[in-house]
């Protein structure tokens, strides 16, 4: 059973203060902010995410997926909204595993209800997602601390030996 993260892409950056007032100046860089902070948190999480971004009123648009820094993507194709496509992959990926989908849609998160899914709303997942970088910032300065710790408990030669063998490794 594996465990999944579906994110609508533009719900989250409207509702998102930050990524909201960065779509005002440049949308493009506000999706791939969006895309660096699900990286962040599918690292410390261990889950798969799939983000996906409505392009339903793009003409000729046949849709694009690929994958960005660990990150499924999703761009809809013309006459596709990201809500049905939500829909479809909640409904094909709840039967064998968790799925969540985050987005502040009341109506969609109804759906999602009803197709066994867990709805997560924006504000919810972004204090998930603060809380997780809190808790990987301060095991990086518990292991930075442990470390240092570490050099000053072991004699300056064996230490001296150690750095020469590195350097002769390199």
Do not use: C
Not at 21 to 34: F, I
Not at 126 to 137: I, L, T, Y
Not at 140 to 164: A, G, W
């Amino acid at each position: 059973m594996g465990s999944y993260l579906i994110v609508d892409g533009y719900n989250i950056i409207n509702s998102w203060t930050n990524l909201k007032s960065l779509a005002n100046e440049d949308m493009e860089e506000a999706r791939g902010k969006l895309i660096e902070i699900l990286a962040s948190y599918k690292a410390y999480k261990g889950i798969e995410i799939i983000l996906v971004f409505d392009a339903q009123l793009v003409k000729g648009n046949l849709g694009n997926e690929e994958i960005i820094n660990g990150i499924r993507v999703v761009f809809t194709r013309e006459h596709q909204t990201a809500d049905s496509f939500i829909e479809k992959e909640v409904y094909n990926l709840s039967r064998l595993n968790l799925v969540q989908v985050a987005t502040s849609d009341w109506a969609e998160q109804q759906t999602i209800l009803s197709s066994g899914g867990i709805r997560i709303s924006a504000r919810e997942l972004e204090a998930e997602v603060m809380f997780a970088r809190r808790k990987m910032k301060n095991k990086y300065i518990d292991n930075k601390r442990t470390l240092q710790e570490l050099y000053h408990q072991v004699e300056p030669r064996i230490l001296k030996k150690l750095e020469q063998l590195r350097k002769n490794k390199d």
